[in-house]
């Protein structure tokens, strides 16, 4: 495969109308992803469109459970970014093995799993039975840069 050809991940992505983003810069001291045997793991990733947040605040206040649903989307391709950056093929993905979500979550709210779906979902449409996942749904008080949601991945490849 050479690098004008983008992997079958990514032609999947294309047919639902979304591209792969650059890798998302860290805001703190940690990086985006790394390896550890046939594992990826990814760090946290936050809803980053060409490094701005389209939304801030807490979810079932400020920003909607739809709008947090589509972010939480936004968030798994920064984590695919992510994976990318380290195993060069997002092909290479055998299973998605754990998903966590993080909700931050007016006091009142409790759809933290629909919200979280948003990823799940992504993975499932781009990745097929690879993207069948465990994971946790969390809500919190807060999140970096007040972000309303934040996802990240653990991923095996071959």
Not at 2 to 21: I, N, R
Not at 108 to 123: D, H, K, Y
Not at 133 to 139: D, I, L, Q
């Amino acid at each position: 495969m050479t690098e004008t050809t983008a992997s079958a991940v990514e032609a999947k992505l294309a047919d639902l109308g979304l591209t792969l983003p650059e890798v998302a810069a860290p805001v703190a001291a940690y990086v985006p992803a790394v390896t550890s045997g046939q594992y990826v793991y990814t760090s946290g990733q936050l809803p980053f469109i060409k490094g701005e947040l389209p939304a801030a605040g807490k979810v079932g206040a400020d920003v909607t459970p739809e709008q947090a649903k589509e972010l939480a989307g936004t968030c798994v391709l920064n984590a695919l970014a992510a994976v990318k950056s380290v195993i060069g093929d997002l092909d290479r993905i055998t299973r998605v093995v754990k998903v966590v979500g993080f909700v931050a979550s007016d006091p009142a709210f409790t759809g933290q799993p629909g919200v979280v779906n948003g990823a799940s979902e992504l993975l499932g449409e781009v990745l097929g039975e690879a993207g069948v996942h465990a994971r946790s749904a969390v809500g919190v008080a807060v999140l970096p840069l007040d972000s309303p949601v934040e996802v990240e991945l653990v991923v095996e490849y071959a």
